[in-house]
């Protein structure tokens, strides 16, 4: 009975569109061999249209699944260079920086006592890792290599955390103030975040969405530069190591 139910449809379709073509088929001039030749294409194109309307619906493609989301704060309260943090894909078809500079309007507001940019992308489900993050004073680029791989899951914020780059003050041969490196201060932010993220990308069903901030879980400890917040809750033991009290 279900396979008969599917095929009901082109048949249907099938007989008014042979009762339109032979209809179509009397009016040929004269019945001359010219005019039942004619008489032909209209048989034929409503065949095809027949067969066309009766064909189910094409299955949706993977490509059109429903997106996650990626939310990552960067930025720094004091830095005067520019900072970067590079994800992709696994099997690297997607390639993304996010970057902060001082010249970036400030998302989280002159109030916060904190610069930066709150990122937001709709990505495909699947895996990806941060493999990389920069910061640029402007005569030397400074990279640490990464690995923390994240998920993106359709109708998901993936929250990836806060990162702050807290600056080290020194002096140059002629006592002359300069920044001398840093570190990353990394905290979830992601109840101030996301309704920015949701702001900036209209989608205000972001603020709905499950929250999977994993990655943070990820920076192990003693991998340059990064730091957790003195006034964090207790961590585990693989993750990254308390921040030096100003």
Not at 147 to 168: E, L, R
Not at 186 to 197: C, G, H
Not at 202 to 221: C, H, S
């Amino acid at each position: 009975m279900g396979a008969r139910r599917q095929i009901q449809p082109v048949n249907q379709s099938l007989g008014w569109a042979c009762r339109a073509a032979l209809l179509a088929s009397t009016f040929h001039p004269g019945g001359t061999d010219i005019g039942k030749r004619l008489a032909i294409i209209p048989l034929t194109l409503a065949v095809l249209a027949g067969l066309l309307l009766g064909l189910p619906p094409a299955p949706a493609r993977a490509d059109d699944a429903a997106p996650g989301y990626l939310v990552v704060t960067l930025g720094s309260a004091a830095a005067r260079f520019p900072l970067f943090l590079d994800y992709a894909s696994r099997d690297r078809k997607i390639s993304e920086e996010v970057e902060w500079t001082p010249a970036t309007p400030n998302d989280l507001g002159s109030d916060s006592g904190e610069h930066g940019v709150v990122y937001v992308k709709a990505l495909p489900p699947g895996r990806y890792r941060f493999y990389r993050i920069a910061e640029n004073d402007g005569s030397f680029v400074r990279r640490w290599t990464l690995s923390v791989p994240f998920t993106i899951t359709a109708n998901q914020v993936t929250y990836a955390g806060d990162f702050n780059f807290v600056s080290h003050r020194g002096r140059d041969f002629l006592d002359r103030p300069i920044t001398d490196g840093g570190y990353f201060r990394l905290s979830d932010e992601n109840i101030r975040d996301i309704p920015v993220a949701a702001r900036k990308a209209r989608e205000p069903g972001l603020n709905d969405m499950p929250v999977d901030a994993t990655p943070l879980a990820q920076i192990k400890l003693n991998a340059p530069p990064f730091c957790l917040p003195s006034d964090a809750e207790a961590a585990p033991p693989d993750t990254a190591p308390r921040c030096p009290t100003p």
